[in-house]
C-alpha cells in the first residue's frame, strides 16, 4: 500500500504543479483559452478525428514546454536574484523552446482549419 500512496501523492504534485502554471502564467493561461478555442473549433468545424488528433497533440506539446519554461525560470529565481548572464541564458532558451511549439501549433491550425473555415465562409457570401 505504501507504492500506491507514494504513486497518489507524487499525481498530486504533478497536478499542483500544473495548476501553479495555470494560476501565475499569463502565457498557459493563453495556451488553455486557445486549447478550448481549438478543440471546440475542431467540434463545431467536425474536423476528421486524425486532425483533431494533430491538433491536441500540438496544444500538449506547447502546454508541456510552457511547463519545462516556467520550472527552469524558478529554479532561475532560486539560485540567484541578481542579474546574471547564464541566467538570462536559460531564461530566455527556455521561453525561445516555448515560442517554436507555438509557432508549430500555429502551423497546425493553418493546415487543420484554413480549408473548413474557408468552406464556411464561402457559404456564407
Known amino acids: 500500500m505504501g ?14 504543479g500544473i495548476i501553479y502554471t495555470i ?10 483559452g486557445v486549447a ?3 478543440l471546440l473549433l475542431s467540434w463545431s468545424l467536425e474536423i476528421p478525428w486524425k486532425h483533431v488528433l494533430l491538433v ?3 496544444i500538449l506539446f506547447v502546454m508541456i514546454l510552457e511547463l ?6 524558478a529554479t532561475v529565481d ?8 547564464l541566467a538570462k541564458v536559460a531564461k ?5 523552446a516555448v515560442l517554436l511549439g507555438a ?22 457570401i
Open 3 to 16: 507504492e500506491l500512496k507514494r504513486l497518489l501523492r507524487s499525481f498530486g504534485h504533478a497536478i499542483e
Open 23 to 32: 494560476k501565475t502564467q499569463r502565457n498557459m493561461q493563453i495556451h488553455v
Open 36 to 38: 478550448f478555442l481549438a
Open 56 to 58: 491536441f497533440f500540438s
Open 68 to 73: 519545462v519554461n516556467t520550472a527552469i525560470e
Open 78 to 85: 532560486l539560485i540567484t536574484v541578481e542579474f546574471h548572464p
Open 92 to 96: 530566455d532558451v527556455a521561453a525561445g
Open 103 to 124: 509557432a508549430w501549433a500555429v502551423v497546425v491550425g493553418f493546415y487543420v482549419f484554413f480549408e473548413p473555415l474557408m468552406n464556411v465562409l464561402r457559404n456564407l
